[in-house]
């Protein structure tokens, strides 16, 4: 329930009018029934539509069956138990997102590894340098302050 910001005030014969925008989004229309609800202690009064004892989805009144807060006809029930097997949802797969797992490498061979590819391509960045030895940039960083 959420708090749409409207006051209305009672006419003289003590009447309250609901507004369009709220009569729209409840689809209440001229001559719809409305359901009062009201809460003594916290002097809460709500608003519904009033369906009565008709079937939720046709509107039928015969051979009725409650379920869930509504009533539902014979011919609608059996209507949704026909169609439980036809269009099954399929399941979404599930994907693991697992990242390539890192070996440990010590550090001297690292550093070794580090002095021949700044020999080989000294004007390489330290991003191809960590991408060339499978490491982090800011590992690549701590060996260079090691050599």
Known sequence: MKNTGMTR?????????VPK????TMNIEFGDSVE????EETGFMAL?????VTCKLCGTVEH????RASFLC??????????IDCCPIP???????????????SAEKLLGRLRELMQEHPDARQYDYAK??????????QLKKLL
């Open 9 to 17: 005030s009672l006419d003289t014969l003590n009447r309250i009018v």
């Open 21 to 24: 925008e709220i009569r729209v």
């Open 36 to 39: 009062f609800f009201v809460d």
């Open 48 to 52: 519904k539509k009033y369906t009565g």
């Open 64 to 67: 009725l069956t409650y379920y």
């Open 74 to 83: 014979v011919d609608c029930t059996q209507k949704l138990k026909g169609n």
């Open 91 to 105: 399941a979404p797969s599930v994907q693991e997102h697992t990242l390539p797992k890192r070996t440990n490498q």
């Open 132 to 141: 060339w030895l499978g490491v982090s940039q800011g590992r690549v960083s």
